[in-house]
């Protein structure tokens, strides 16, 4: 199979790679990193396939507004998360369709599409992921469809954007890693199935869901010194019952029952991979007492934390 990418309205192609059927990699998985530099813009790739899964992270800094045309020769599921900045883009020359993702935004698509037509006007940086149909069919017992589904932007919930974040920022290699990252993506398949089983309403505005997904980052960035519900409400610029509200609404958590979700598994991150001993990880994740993170690990995990850093 074979994607190409060029500019538009010239067609002129600046990427083009060709695949193994159904992504088959050589080895335990194939990994390609490429820079482009075009006339208007500084385009960075990296992309990682193997059986079945095509996943590119993509960065774009634009000097003025660039429009671009991705054609794929197959037709895949495709997972398009919008990190930052804004993607405007319509499928398979549907020009009255047109679609936008800005950051913190997802769009799920899936089947019949082999071309995507997309502008961006500012520094933006997205992940795609694609399946094929053969490992959908495979995976999940199930058929594409007769008809395209295209979902249109929703959120990215602490669901997902976690998943996300381990699919960046992995430091695993070889097998593991290829063990990993599918792993990542049977999480984000069960997500889309249970998804679309049963829709999700959400009754917010865009620009009040960017405020509470800032805070979102907030909060996870902040273990050691968490902001109170006041103070994030402020650092995010939104009134903390919309906050508090809103934060329910996208992540199924309150902010600080988030909180602690992130504080555990930072720890048990630390405890199991890192091998880090249990006052240290305390610290690390906002606990001034040792023991009283001892019995948040121990009632989050039916374990203690100190059987995990063991050789």
């Not at 079945?52 to 895949?76: M, T």
């Not at 519900?229 to 009134?239: D, F």
């Amino acid at each position: 199979m074979e994607f190409k990418l060029s500019t538009q309205p010239d067609g002129n192609i600046i990427y083009i790679n060709t695949y193994a059927d159904d992504f088959n990699s050589i080895g335990d998985i194939d990994e390609l990193g490429t820079e482009l530099r075009i006339e208007n813009a500084v385009l960075h790739f990296k992309e990682k396939w193997f059986n079945g899964i095509h996943i590119c992270i993509v960065e774009i800094d634009p000097s003025k507004a660039v429009d671009f045309l991705f054609e794929s020769s197959c037709q895949h599921i495709g997972f398009l998360f919008c990190l930052s900045g804004t993607i405007n883009y319509y499928c398979n020359h549907q020009h009255d369709n047109l679609l936008s993702l800005s950051r913190y935004e997802q769009n799920i698509n899936t089947g019949k599409i082999t071309a995507i037509r997309f502008s961006v006007t500012e520094k933006t940086k997205y992940v795609y992921i694609q399946l094929t149909e053969t490992y959908f069919h495979t995976t999940t017992g199930r058929e594409f469809g007769d008809k395209p589904f295209t979902r249109q932007q929703e959120p990215i919930s602490a669901e997902i954007s976690l998943i996300l974040q381990h699919l960046l920022s992995h430091k695993h290699q070889g097998r593991v890693k290829r063990l990993f990252l599918e792993a990542r993506i049977f999480e984000l398949i069960i997500i889309y199935i249970n998804q679309k089983q049963e829709k999700q309403t959400v009754s917010l505005k865009r620009e009040d869901i960017v405020k509470i997904m800032l805070a979102k980052q907030l909060v996870e960035q902040d273990l050691q010194k968490p902001n109170s519900l006041m103070e994030l409400s402020r650092k995010a610029g939104i009134n903390d019952y919309k906050l508090k509200k809103g934060f329910k609404e996208l992540t199924g958590h309150t902010v600080f029952g988030y909180l602690y979700k992130i504080r555990m598994e930072k720890a048990h991150y630390f405890l199991s991979k890192e091998k880090r001993a249990v006052n240290e990880v305390a610290f690390l994740v906002g606990y001034k007492n040792a023991q009283h993170f001892i019995a948040a690990f121990k009632k989050q995990y039916h374990i203690l934390p100190g059987s995990l850093n063991k050789n």
